[in-house]
């Protein structure tokens, strides 16, 4: 849905067709479901989120997510064959797509454009390279054995990075004379997002990139595509 959708869409999207398709796989003998959420689910806090913070979603985005991933939950506890997962993550970014902060600040860099950042640059991001997506969906089919029949994980980069310091990593794995400028306003999404990956890394083994790495690898794989 975009921006401007009604609670209507988001909820035939978010939540109606994810227990469609949930339920239809569990019909046809499929032995693990795995689910992509958001950390929109949680309101905005300066403290580390896991997975026992309590969600308050502030957009009907979030709100969508979260009733999905409770009814994926409810689902999967009653007796189900299917063992359901799902993963809570931040901004996802990698070559095919053309979206987000990630793209955007990029896109700027490499014209050359000058890159405005909101709130003065301080906001903290937790931004999740596709590659470690993948990876961590990998894990999770093969440690199938060992998940009850549902887990929730947390999952993003390792670390948390200022905006500024993003468009900064961005311009210069680049080699780009971009100007990066803080600017005073605040926006909607002026948040931070600071997550504690402990229990993913301790159940399904998995270790992710920090955000600086992951964006060095995707200018690196982005150069490759022009």
Same mark, same amino acid.
């Given at each position: 849905?975009?921006?401007?959708? %009604?609670?209507?869409?988001?909820?035939?999207?978010?939540?109606?067709? /994810?227990?469609?398709? *949930? =339920? *239809?796989?569990?019909?046809?003998?499929?032995?693990?479901?795995?689910?992509?959420?958001?950390?929109?689910? &949680?309101?905005?806090?300066?403290? &580390?989120?896991?997975?026992?913070?309590?969600?308050?979603?502030?957009?009907?985005?979030?709100?969508?997510? &979260?009733?999905?991933?409770?009814? #994926?939950?409810? !689902?999967?506890? =009653?007796?189900?064959?299917?063992?359901?997962?799902?993963?809570? $993550?931040?901004?996802?970014?990698?070559? !095919?797509?053309?979206?987000?902060?990630?793209?955007?600040?990029?896109?700027?860099?490499?014209?050359?454009?000058?890159?405005?950042?909101? !709130?003065?640059?301080?906001?903290?991001?937790?931004?999740?390279?596709?590659?470690?997506?993948?990876?961590? %969906?990998?894990?999770?089919?093969?440690? #199938?054995?060992? #998940?009850?029949?549902?887990?929730?994980?947390?999952?993003?980069? /390792?670390?948390?990075?200022?905006?500024?310091? @993003?468009? @900064?990593?961005? =311009?210069?794995?680049?080699?780009? /004379?971009?100007?990066?400028?803080?600017?005073?306003?605040?926006?909607?999404?002026? %948040?931070?997002? $600071?997550?504690? #990956?402990?229990?993913?890394?301790?159940?399904?083994?998995?270790?992710?990139?920090?955000?600086?790495?992951?964006?060095?690898?995707?200018?690196?794989?982005?150069?490759?595509?022009?």
């Amino acid at each position: 849905p975009s921006l401007d959708s %009604v609670w209507v869409d988001y909820e035939q999207v978010n939540v109606s067709f /994810s227990e469609r398709l *949930w =339920r *239809w796989a569990e019909k046809n003998g499929i032995k693990q479901f795995i689910s992509f959420s958001s950390t929109a689910v &949680y309101a905005n806090s300066d403290e &580390y989120l896991d997975e026992n913070a309590i969600a308050s979603p502030s957009s009907l985005y979030g709100l969508s997510k &979260y009733c999905a991933d409770k009814c #994926l939950e409810i !689902n999967a506890c =009653r007796k189900s064959s299917m063992q359901t997962t799902v993963f809570r $993550c931040p901004s996802i970014y990698g070559v !095919n797509h053309n979206g987000g902060l990630v793209h955007s600040y990029y896109s700027m860099a490499l014209e050359g454009r000058e890159i405005d950042i909101y !709130n003065n640059g301080a906001d903290l991001r937790n931004l999740l390279f596709v590659d470690d997506l993948s990876m961590s %969906v990998k894990q999770a089919i093969t440690k #199938l054995s060992y #998940l009850d029949r549902f887990e929730l994980f947390l999952l993003g980069s /390792s670390d948390s990075m200022a905006t500024y310091d @993003i468009a @900064i990593a961005l =311009r210069n794995f680049l080699g780009s /004379s971009a100007s990066v400028v803080k600017v005073p306003k605040k926006t909607s999404s002026s %948040v931070n997002v $600071c997550l504690d #990956l402990s229990r993913v890394e301790r159940v399904l083994d998995v270790h992710v990139s920090d955000i600086a790495t992951g964006l060095r690898k995707y200018v690196g794989e982005m150069k490759n595509e022009i």
